[in-house]
């Protein structure tokens, strides 16, 4: 018997109605990387012989030109440049790809523009292409700065790249993300701490620092290395975000460091159950209109995404949420938020009333799992540590 996921409200599929629609931004895929990771779950390809740039750039255009019908008229106020490995395509591919969202979208004035960078793809000129093509914020997949853990994980860049595309950046950038992981491979305590004090030297405005996880469909599932117990991951982690706070870091999501004014604008409105329209192979959106919220996904594998393009149905699924899908999508974004989230945003991005999920929220308070009040909902420090124990309690599942 095949079993059926329900979501919290128990209310049958209907009709939602919003009164003001949510922040809309837009997400691009690259999905192509030199080398796949060997603990990488996310849709990038081996650049196997020369990246099909010039093919790719014009398939994101007409893509982003179809989509026009879903968002028309709706400012965007954060682009992300995603992958795989954005940093492979050239600096006039990039300055193309954005001056295409500036003709086609109305693009907000101070809007965040996000690019993700690999150290082992790093040529200075390309760094200065990319700032002049209006990318404003850069993100350089460091993972770390040891070269045992850096081989373990199948990077293509050694330590001395690592620091040396930190440097690079910041000659044209002055809001970087440095992303790091932990938990890895044989790693200690100390050498998890090492890595975070090494990107501190650097001052960034950002930091995520990701613990190691092994995903279904990845080298690291099928054969999976030693990695630090629970124990010592915890405590891993506990260092690093006392280190960041005594370095005047917000943590502000899971995994999320910021200094002041600095948190990421594009990841917030995922977190925060915005709208996004993703273009790009294998890309997903989620667009709100007034009585309704439509998923989609494009095809992921890189030349079925350009055939498909040129068929002009680049959309491989696409569906409706129900009012029952709603609140559990939003609570697992929104719980996410170190600072929780207010009962009006509940309403505003859902079009639900809270009272809806006062059972589960009752139960997660008595757990100790979130604290609220009137007008706020907020993780506790053990629902953090635990936020896929607090997750489940706002998904019931039924034969």
């Known amino acids: 018997m095949k079993t059926q996921v329900l979501h919290p409200t128990g209310l049958k599929s209907q009709a939602v109605s919003f009164k003001a629609l949510p922040p809309l931004s837009l997400y691009i895929h690259i999905p192509w990387c030199v080398r796949k990771c060997p603990y990488c779950d996310f849709n990038s390809h081996e650049a196997r012989g020369d990246v099909p740039e010039a093919a790719y750039v014009a398939a994101l255009i007409r893509d982003l030109e179809m989509s026009l019908p879903l968002v028309w008229g709706r400012k965007v106020y954060s682009v992300f440049i995603g992958g795989g490995t954005p940093s492979l395509l050239s600096a006039q591919a990039i300055d193309k790809i954005l001056g295409s969202v500036r003709m086609l979208l109305p693009l907000d004035v101070n809007a965040e523009i996000t690019l993700e960078a690999n150290p082992g793809t790093v040529e200075a000129e390309k760094f200065k292409g990319f700032r002049e093509a209006g990318v404003n914020r850069l993100s350089l997949g460091i993972q770390s700065f040891n070269e045992v853990h850096l081989k373990a994980l199948g990077r293509i860049h050694n330590s001395a790249e690592a620091r040396r595309a930190v440097e690079i950046a910041q000659n044209h950038f002055d809001n970087i993300n440095l992303d790091l992981m932990y938990a890895l491979p044989q790693q ?28 279904p469909n990845t080298l690291f599932h099928r ?43 594009h990841n917030l409105n995922y977190w925060q159950f915005g709208d996004y329209l993703g273009i790009g192979a294998g890309a997903h959106s989620k667009i709100s209109s007034h009585d309704s919220v439509l998923r989609q996904a494009r095809y992921k594998q890189p030349q079925a995404y350009l055939d ?92």
């Open 308 to 399: 498909q393009v040129a068929q002009g149905n680049p959309v491989q699924t696409e569906n409706k949420l129900t009012r029952d899908d709603l609140s559990f999508e939003f609570m697992m974004n929104a719980l996410r938020l170190n600072e929780g989230f207010s009962a009006e945003l509940f309403q505003e991005r859902t079009t639900l009333p809270l009272m809806l999920i006062r059972k589960e929220l009752e139960q997660a308070e008595k757990g100790g799992l979130l604290v609220r009040d009137s007008r706020r909902i907020v993780p506790t420090e053990l629902g953090r540590r635990f936020l896929n124990d607090l997750l489940e309690i706002f998904l019931k599942e039924s034969m």
């Open 188 to 215: 200690t305590l100390a050498e998890a701490e090492q890595d975070v004090r090494t990107a501190l030297e650097f001052s960034p405005q950002h930091l995520s620092c990701y613990h190691l996880t092994l995903e």
């Open 223 to 265: 054969y999976p290395p030693s990695l630090p117990d629970d124990d010592a991951s915890s405590e891993m982690q506990q260092r690093i975000e006392a280190l960041l706070a005594e370095h005047g870091y917000l943590h502000y999501e899971t995994s999320a460091f910021a200094l002041p004014k600095k948190q990421s604008r």
